[in-house]
């Protein structure tokens, strides 16, 4: 995993400066709320396996120039499986940590403290089950992106609380040689505090 997350990260990193040549600030961030998983197909057979809603925690630290941001952004999603129609799943827990680079635009309104907007990921998700009949756990680690919406509020000259959505969609996870989908349906809320 650290052969694909660390490349990911450096790069990153080093594509934040590129916004240097405009008036930028810097910031950091941290959200959490419910990770929504979606019924995954597994080896073509839809809805094969069902899960309860979940969580999910986010922590990104990025620059703002103008109504652009671009950050780098680490995630854990958690979510217990609720139905099967396999044997081996019921009972399991699936777990995930994502490592993405995210661009927004945000659409600023005048005289409001209310700035929506739209945004986009690419990066990985390192995904596992374990519990129930799987024994020990399984890994998987694959390409995800993700895009989103929400509006930010502006609480104070440096903070913001954000309130989004974001659809997040890594490619099948290989769980014990079986194919499984894990996008999912996320709704946060977060403080965003600038420098």
Not at 28 to 40: D, E, R, T
Request: glycine share 12%; hydrophobic share 40%.
């Amino acid at each position: 995993m650290k052969k694909i997350v660390m490349p990911l990260l450096v790069a990153g990193l080093f594509a934040i400066p590129s916004l240097s040549q405009a008036a930028t600030t810097p910031y950091v961030s941290a959200s959490g709320g419910l990770g929504l998983l979606n019924n995954s197909t597994v080896d073509g057979v839809n809805d094969a396996i069902t899960y309860k809603t979940g969580y999910l925690a986010n922590g990104a630290v990025g620059l703002k120039a103008d109504n652009t941001r671009i950050e780098a952004e680490i995630g854990y999603h958690s979510n217990d499986v609720d139905t099967s129609v396999y044997s081996g799943p019921r009972g399991a827990h699936v777990s995930m940590w994502t490592f993405m680079a995210n661009g927004y635009v945000d659409f600023t309104t005048k005289d409001s403290n209310l700035t929506p907007y739209v945004m986009g990921g690419l990066g990985v998700a390192d995904a596992s089950i374990s519990g129930g009949n799987w024994g020990d756990s399984s890994g998987s680690t694959e390409f995800a992106w993700q895009v989103g919406a929400g509006v930010g509020i502006k609480a104070s000259n440096k903070m913001t609380v954000d309130v989004g959505y974001r659809y997040l969609s890594p490619s099948d996870a290989t769980f014990s040689g079986r194919q499984v989908s894990l996008a999912s349906s996320n709704i946060l809320v977060g403080i965003r505090c600038a420098f």
